[in-house]
């Protein structure tokens, strides 16, 4: 990905030095300062070593994203995605801003189309953090306050190495910026971990909504959110949404005891809450 970048971008050399590497940053045309850096491992993977770099390095910035590859079992082939950052059964939310992920999104569908690349399909993940699968502490999620996407291809070698899919997350990641209008966030729960209703909606450009977190249907039930200790997951989880939420959206198979607290989140907040079949009508949501 870096040499792509380096490629299809004037990249400059700064004095940062990051595992032996030199971090390399572009200016775009609206002085928007970009900051690429190679490293060794996946971030999330040996967090308690890159930690301490984030915040020494970038700790001021406005959006972090992490370039990954995505696999794993039954993970569908040749897809384009991004998610935000939390461990949904710990109730452990990174910082997520609702515009930079509609954004790129958008991009990410974009240049994919601009280029032909028919055969890949640009999906939003549920919320999750590989983390702890290497062993690192979920709590060390909300100790880097910039909002962070995991950026990725998936799901094989074939799809890992396709250069024209490279090409289109490379181009996508200066796009980031692109639009700073207003616009209504959903907070989704329920459904899989690629809810097909949530990822149309995001990538709708007729209408400005976006996705502050997708908490799916496996992670709040291990994560118990049914009782009083869930609720106060989701209260956390909304408070690491920059700007809030405008409405409640959940899977319309959800069990009715977590939809009880999702109605009971949105009567404290006075925010609408609905299911997710009526994503296919934008028009008709109860938020404009």
């Not at 181009?171 to 980031?176: M, Y």
């Amino acid at each position: 990905m870096i040499k792509c970048c380096e490629e299809i971008m004037d990249l400059n050399q700064t004095d940062i030095v990051i595992d032996d590497n030199f971090v390399l940053e572009f200016k775009d045309k609206n002085n928007n300062l970009f900051h690429f850096v190679k490293t060794k491992d996946v971030i999330s993977h040996n967090y308690k070593y890159y930690l301490p770099i984030l915040n020494r390095h970038f700790r001021d910035y406005d959006f972090a994203g992490v370039v990954n590859w995505h696999e794993g079992e039954n993970a569908p082939e040749h897809i384009l995605t991004a998610h935000t950052i939390g461990d949904v059964p710990t109730g452990e939310f990174g910082n997520s801003n609702p515009r930079y992920f509609k954004n790129l999104i958008n991009a990410i569908e974009d240049i994919k189309n601009e280029n032909l690349l028919d055969e890949f399909t640009t999906l939003t993940e549920a919320t999750h953090w590989s983390g702890t699968t290497y062993g690192e502490e979920s709590k060390l999620i909300t100790e880097y306050s910039v909002p962070m996407l995991d950026i990725e291809i998936g799901s094989s070698s074939d799809s890992f190495n396709n250069s024209i899919a490279i090409q289109v997350l490379a181009k996508s990641l200066i796009r980031v910026f692109d639009c700073d209008e207003p616009l209504k966030t959903l907070l989704c729960v329920g459904g899989v971990h690629f809810e097909k209703s949530f990822s149309d909606i995001i990538k709708n450009k007729e209408y400005n909504i976006s996705i502050g977190h997708v908490l799916p249907n496996q992670w709040i039930v291990s994560g118990m959110y049914d009782d009083e200790s869930g609720f106060k997951k989701l209260e956390k989880c909304i408070n690491s949404i920059e700007g809030g939420i405008d409405c409640i959206v959940f899977h319309d198979k959800l069990k009715g005891t977590y939809k009880e607290q999702c109605r009971k989140l949105g009567e404290k907040l006075n925010v609408p809450v609905f299911k997710h079949k009526i994503l296919k009508n934008p028009k008709d949501l109860p938020i404009w």
